[in-house]
């Protein structure tokens, strides 16, 4: 398997099979955000993620949790989200 067959089989591939692809699987408006953001491509070298060093944002239901840089950072109100049933 390439490297971006496995990322699709852990995200979109996956949302796919298990249901929930239209909340989740990809970054699309409207969708819930789970992000890392990290140094270098994981498609030269997925061990890259391994170290936390390398990881400059972390984000769940497009909420940072981890944000080294300021990458994150907003000027304007986050757009609403729909409540969870």
């Known amino acids: 398997m ?3 067959g496995a990322l699709r089989a852990g995200t979109a591939e996956a949302a ?3 249901g929930p692809a239209a909340e989740i699987g990809t970054l699309e408006p409207g969708k819930r955000a789970d992000v890392v953001i990290a140094r270098g491509n994981p498609l030269d070298g997925i061990r890259a993620l391994g170290d ?3 990881i400059l944002v972390v984000m769940k239901d ?3 949790y981890k ?3 300021g990458l994150t950072a907003r000027t304007d109100p986050a757009p609403s989200r729909p409540t969870a049933l």
Do not use: R, Y
Request: glycine residues 6%.
């Open 62 to 64: 497009g909420v940072a």
């Open 16 to 18: 796919e099979l298990l």
């Open 52 to 54: 936390p060093a390398n």
């Open 2 to 4: 390439t490297p971006m």
């Open 67 to 69: 944000d080294v840089e």
